[in-house]
């Protein structure tokens, strides 16, 4: 009787774990999981959903900042056909303010960064987005994150900058600034090599401090990043990135795409992008439109898609 009772529990104990088994991957593929991992790739790790965009008039969120300044709360905004208002939100989505930029349009802001300026932290403001690639001119704004920054109603800018593309327009929403001020648009979608049959890497421009003092600069195509197409994938288009550069350690670069981050070395001081780390799928819990990536406090990534309620979701590559 005794065997025959170790047989019954242990068959019981092996259906429990079927059960249990089964019950984790309902759960995980409720929760969205990786997308499908191409070669090279691995899955985003550690994801959470901390909440989802409580503010129904942020529905196409294309650039997020965690200011420094403002520790605890996030800053999006709307691209274009929205008013020129930047929101705060806290790590949940919830609401906590809408800042109107004064003096500032927004034809089609697709980029959001917080970097390092003459007056000490600012919001950088790209007004750079270009679909058709048919704008001779884009334009980007700073505004600074003084005292009472995280309840204010208003920000007046503190600078523009009027930008031309060197051989013509450009459609870019990415956009980072390095902690000697520079700052870089990566294009979004990549050209074809001369016998159109493969991707070029995106393009890297940099924007040089000094160009500020000028008001409008032509700017060429600094570097290039490895992020090419797979076949015709739009997955794997750019729209946006986030530099961090912590107190010790490396600086790490993250290149947002439609499906994956990609995570790239960095120089310390001019954000230059190196050696590619890492690219990582994400969750399917981002949504199909990944729009708007920023680092937090503590190392992870926050990553956001366009559209009224979409998730916020945390995670860390590799």
Not at 32 to 44: C, I, K, M, T
Not at 134 to 147: E, F, N, S, T
Not at 222 to 235: A, I
Request: charged fraction near 25%.
């Amino acid at each position: 009787m005794t065997r025959r009772r170790d047989l019954v529990l242990a068959a019981s104990i092996a259906a429990l774990a079927l059960v249990i088994a089964g019950a984790l991957a309902l759960f995980a593929k409720r929760d969205g999981g990786a997308q499908r991992l191409r070669d090279g790739e691995v899955a985003l790790r550690e994801v959470v959903v901390t909440g989802t965009l409580g503010e129904p008039t942020l529905r196409e969120t294309s650039g997020l900042a965690a200011p420094r300044a403002t520790p605890g709360i996030l800053w999006a905004l709307n691209d274009s056909g929205n008013d020129a208002v930047l929101f705060r939100l806290d790590s949940t989505g919830a609401h906590r303010g809408t800042v109107r930029v004064d003096g500032a349009e927004n034809r089609d802001w697709e980029a959001l960064a917080a970097g390092p300026c003459p007056e000490g932290e600012c919001l950088y403001i790209g007004d750079v987005g270009d679909n058709g690639a048919k704008h001779p001119w884009v334009r980007i704004v700073r505004v600074v994150l003084g005292a009472g920054a995280d309840t204010a109603t208003h920000l007046p800018i503190a600078a523009a900058l009027l930008l031309r593309y060197d051989g013509g327009a450009r459609d870019v929403e990415a956009m980072f600034v390095a902690p000697d001020t520079a700052v870089w648009l990566v294009r979004k979608r990549p050209l074809r090599d001369s016998d159109r049959t493969r991707w070029r890497p995106a393009h890297a421009f940099r924007v040089s401090p000094a160009a500020w003092q000028a008001g409008s600069v032509t700017v060429g195509i600094t570097d290039s990043l490895p992020s090419v197409p797979e076949k015709d994938r739009s997955r794997d288009w750019v729209t946006d990135a986030a530099l961090r550069v912590p107190a010790s350690g490396p600086a790490r670069l993250a290149v947002l795409t439609y499906g994956a981050l990609w995570m790239y070395e960095a120089d310390r001081l001019s954000g230059w992008p190196g050696r590619l780390v890492a690219r990582c799928a994400l969750s399917r819990r981002t949504g199909q439109y990944a729009e708007a990536v920023t680092w937090l406090a503590d190392d992870r990534l926050l990553v956001i898609a366009e559209g009224r309620g979409a998730a916020l979701v945390t995670g860390r590559c590799p």
